[in-house]
């Protein structure tokens, strides 16, 4: 509980002037010009005598001689600077993918709803390169906060009171750094360019879901095992991403990591490319190893092994015992030491059931369970995916853009995504080839499906009161796309007044936000 007992300058919790308010761990405080971070005592680490860690043991120091209990470096300044230090010398990426951290990192920093990189160009619109924001909050009239240098601009959107003048001058020098003038982060016809880095590793980039973030945390605490992994959930929502990372975080990042689709081959040539095949065992056929043989002292990813036929669920079964197995028409037995990580969309369980899919092979590779949500649970990371994609299709295609506009961003996040991240990055390949030179991917680029529903090729005549329906839905919704979801905005486009615009809103039953 935090309390101001009448002070001048009085006290603020996240940016907020308080008289008493409860504040939470993480919680940034001001107390006049003094700033400080309220961090949660462990209970563990009180309670321990001695610390053991490195093969060393030492006396646990007390909290008020442990030197992370320093406020000097908690304030919103330097932590963006020091984000901005780490991204741009830690991990190489595509300036967007950079910029993505940026926003991502200074949502947590700065008492903001919204932080938005923009990409400046002469004489038209700026372009959204990277946003991260708070789901839920309600759209505000002007950012509190911009700043510019060269080609780019920093929005920060923020109902606080507090001052965010103490920002301006930090987040320029990061604009600096990443402009024109530092030629390691742009190609010769202005856009960005892929900084060297190990192209072994797959990014993950960081997720604003803290159910997401959740689970890659407990994936990387399962890396460091050997026990197989089931990852479950919707098509195309990512799992052989995860599997990758698992890989990556694992002792066996250095061994080959080896996939393949259950359901991309018939019964007996997946039984072929699995287990491999000797020579003679047809005409012309020569001695190969399976994928398992070529995943030695790595990971062997099998996605969707629902659809694995029973026969080939046996064999594998032995594998995973330690038995072994033989090659299609071989004699010698072959061990290997390979991690196996499954994938499916199906409901296993239920296949387990019916007994489509062996129980005992289930509970095998089902040591670790981890389920990846569809993109529609976690549309927050929509604007990160969506220009870190757009970056990596402009350096396949040799082109330039400033970026993505705010209305084709807003048509992106309200779209339910039925096909999920692998969707998304086909959406955003191919409007990327719709572009012309140099202009920003707008809404106009996006396929009919994430524009709004179609007026015209209806089977049967519309009455005049349908006709008018279809054009109102289809107005409120390129206004809300184009005004980013501000209903202020909206009004104004429409011409309508508040109590007519919300009535509207309800009648066709499109979702809004309240404003003040």
């Not at 490195?54 to 020091?82: F, H, K, L, N, Y």
């Not at 990277?130 to 060269?150: D, Q």
């Not at 499954?342 to 040591?367: C, K, M, Q, W």
């Amino acid at each position: 509980m935090i309390e101001d007992l009448d002070s001048k300058n009085g006290t603020y919790v996240s940016g907020r002037r308080v008289s008493r308010a409860v504040a939470a761990d993480g919680a940034l405080l001001r107390f006049g010009v003094v700033e400080a971070q309220l961090v949660a005592r462990s209970e563990v680490k009180d309670a321990l005598a001695v610390e053991v860690g490195g093969g060393q043991a030492s006396i646990a120091e007390t909290a008020d001689d442990a030197d992370d209990r320093s406020t000097a470096r908690v304030r919103a300044a330097d932590r963006v600077m020091a984000s901005a230090c780490e991204r741009l010398t830690g991990a190489g990426s595509h300036l967007s993918e950079i910029l993505g951290r940026l926003a991502a990192d200074w949502l947590q920093v700065i008492p903001a709803e919204r932080v938005e990189f923009l990409r400046l160009d002469a004489g038209e619109s700026p372009a959204v390169a990277a946003s991260a924001g708070v789901p839920g909050e309600p759209p505000l009239e002007a950012p509190a906060l911009r700043v510019e240098a060269h080609e780019l601009a920093v929005e920060i959107w923020s109902a606080s009171k507090s001052d965010l003048g103490t920002l301006r001058r930090p987040i320029e020098l990061c604009l600096l750094a990443l402009a024109t003038e530092d030629p390691s982060l742009r190609t010769d016809d202005g856009g960005p360019r892929a900084i060297e880095r190990d192209t072994g590793a797959s990014p993950v980039l960081p997720s604003l879901n803290p159910a997401f973030r959740e689970l890659y945390n407990r994936a990387a605490k399962v890396a460091r095992g050997e026990i197989p992994v089931l990852i479950v959930g919707p098509s195309g929502s990512g799992k052989e991403v995860l599997a990758h990372f698992i890989h990556e975080h694992s002792a066996r990042a250095t061994g080959p990591f080896v996939a393949i689709n259950c359901t991309a081959l018939p019964g007996e040539l997946l039984e072929v490319e699995l287990f491999g095949i000797e020579r003679g065992v047809a005409t012309g056929v020569e001695a190969r190893a399976g994928f398992i043989e070529k995943a030695e002292g790595g990971t062997l990813f099998l996605d969707e092994i629902g659809d694995m036929p029973a026969e080939t669920q046996a064999k594998l079964l032995r594998v995973l015992e330690g038995q072994g197995f033989y090659r299609v028409g071989g004699r010698g037995l072959i061990s290997v030491d390979v991690r196996i990580i499954a994938a499916t969309n199906r409901p296993i369980e239920a296949l387990v059931s019916d007994g489509s899919f062996r129980g005992d092979l289930y509970h095998r590779i089902a040591s670790f369970v981890a389920g990846v949500p569809a993109l529609s649970e976690h549309p927050e990371d929509i604007p990160t995916l969506a220009a870190r994609f757009f970056a990596e299709e402009q350096e396949k295609n040799r082109t330039a853009s400033p970026g993505i506009t705010r209305a084709a961003l807003a048509a992106m996040v309200d779209y339910r995504w039925p096909g999920n991240v692998r969707e998304l990055k086909n959406e955003v390949a191919r409007a990327a080839l719709m572009i012309e030179g140099n202009e920003p991917l707008g809404l106009e680029h996006l396929s009919s499906a994430l524009q709004g529903p179609e007026e015209t090729g209806t089977s049967a005549p519309l009455s005049l009161a349908e006709a008018v329906a279809q054009a109102e839905n289809r107005a409120f919704r390129v206004a809300l796309a184009a005004t980013d979801g501000d209903p202020g905005r909206a009004r104004d486009l429409l011409g309508i007044g508040k109590t007519s615009y919300y009535a509207k809103l309800k009648q066709l039953r499109i979702g809004g936000q309240e404003d003040g």
